[in-house]
């Protein structure tokens, strides 16, 4: 409640008019349509009056195959670029508190094939998965670099990637048969960046489905202002001496010089 109500009175300061907003989203509807990959985000007018006013949309419905899925839609008074650095600097970011992660395979175009394992309260049993991140390089070319779109679905050939180390640590641990999503990051003008966040889960065994969801809801206030944090975090940390991230065209992003990129 504490984070929801820090995010109202701080975020509100800089959000666009709604009719900015709703005009923005739906100049880009054609392009989404045909190039994302992140399909069927519902949004209407009273939606968009929420975000002016500084508010975090969070919607629950049902994925592929059942999976429970959450949207979370927020407004950024921050450039894109700090949100899709933030995305990215998973070591800095501090957005999956709680997992264990590894990341078994990176590309030099942001792809990553990344192990990750959650602890569960007894009765339950804990989960691991491993999943491929991509980005979206034929949304951002068809927009004009507006829309940044990174992804993520379980990876086939996972399993085969633990180390012995991590097999043997993930003995007794259920696979989850679903977790996919990704983050959708819309510059609108200079004024800042709408934010998009989907995740399907499917966790397995006998965790009911309506925990799953309302779980994974009630985590993303949390979610979203650490994001934020992280993302005006950015200027000084992206320096010289932090690896270099790229866009989803390849190029590479170089250290923060605020106005003057």
């Not at 592929?64 to 927020?74: C, E, F, L, N, S």
């Not at 175009?109 to 339950?124: E, M, W």
């Not at 633990?162 to 640590?169: I, M, N, R, Y």
């Not at 000084?236 to 605020?258: A, D, K, T």
Request: proline share 5%.
């Amino acid at each position: 409640m504490l984070l929801a109500f820090a995010w109202l009175v701080h975020g509100a300061f800089g959000a666009p008019d709604s009719g900015v907003l709703h005009q923005a989203w739906l100049d880009l509807q054609p392009g989404l349509s045909e190039h994302g990959r992140m399909q069927g985000f519902l949004l209407d007018e009273n939606d968009f009056k929420s975000l002016e006013k500084g508010r975090i949309i969070k919607k629950r419905g049902k994925g592929a195959g059942g999976a429970q899925r959450v949207d979370t839609i927020v407004w950024m008074p921050l450039d894109a670029r700090l949100m899709w650095l933030a995305i990215h600097d998973d070591q800095h970011n501090n957005l999956n508190e709680g997992l264990v992660e590894e990341a078994l395979l990176q590309e030099q175009d942001g792809a990553k094939v990344l192990y990750q394992s959650i602890g569960l309260p007894i009765p339950f049993e804990d989960r691991f998965w491993v999943i491929q991140i991509t980005n979206n390089t034929e949304i951002y070319q068809a927009t004009d670099r507006k829309v940044l779109e990174r992804t993520w679905n379980l990876y086939p050939e996972g399993l085969s990637m633990l180390s012995p180390k991590l097999q043997v640590e993930n003995e007794g641990k259920v696979w989850t048969p679903a977790n996919e999503g990704g983050w959708l990051v819309i510059q609108v003008g200079g004024q800042g960046c709408l934010v998009l966040y989907r995740v399907d889960t499917d966790v397995g065994g006998f965790v009911p489905d309506g925990f799953v969801g309302r779980f994974t809801l009630a985590r993303m206030d949390e979610l979203m202002t650490r994001m934020r944090a992280a993302a005006e975090e950015m200027p000084q940390h992206y320096n010289e001496s932090h690896p270099r991230i790229v866009l989803p065209g390849g190029e590479e992003i170089p250290p923060w010089l605020g106005e003057a990129q």
